[in-house]
Nanobody, 115 residues
Framework: QVQLVESGGGLVQAGGSLRLSCAAS????????MLWYRQAPGKQRELVAS???????AYADSVKGRFTVSRDNAKSTQYLQMNSLKPEDTAVYYC?????????WGQGTQVTVSS
């Protein structure tokens, strides 16, 4: 059974930083593409960042230069370092794993950025 467990969300002031973690189990992590999505109230879920099994990364334009995605295959964990946070980054952040045609999701962690 695949499980993705996010942690690290919280309340932070604008300009601050947070680091999200996503611990995975039930998958061959090192061969799996990992992604971060977010969903703000009243908005569609959007892709924030991704990291391939070969460590190639991609980012939404809105977070480029501020967010960094990384992975530790030995710990089956991916991370999202978020710096220079803005109120518009407020959302529930979801970890996702993509293996072949299947996608798996975590339960989400709330990030709130106050102005």
């Amino acid at each position: 059974q695949v499980q993705l467990v996010e942690s690290g969300g919280g309340l932070v002031q604008a300009g601050g930083s947070l680091r999200l973690s996503c611990a995975a189990s039930g998958i061959t992590f090192r061969f799996t593409a990992m992604l971060w999505y977010r969903q703000a109230p009243g908005k569609q879920r959007e892709l924030v960042a991704s990291i391939s099994s070969g460590d190639s990364t991609a980012y939404a334009d809105s977070v480029k230069g501020r967010f960094t995605v990384s992975r530790d295959n030995a710990k089956s964990t991916q991370y999202l370092q978020m710096n220079s946070l803005k109120p518009e980054d407020t959302a529930v952040y979801y970890c996702s794993a993509r293996s072949g045609i299947r996608s798996y999701w975590g339960q989400g962690t709330q990030v709130t950025v106050s102005s």
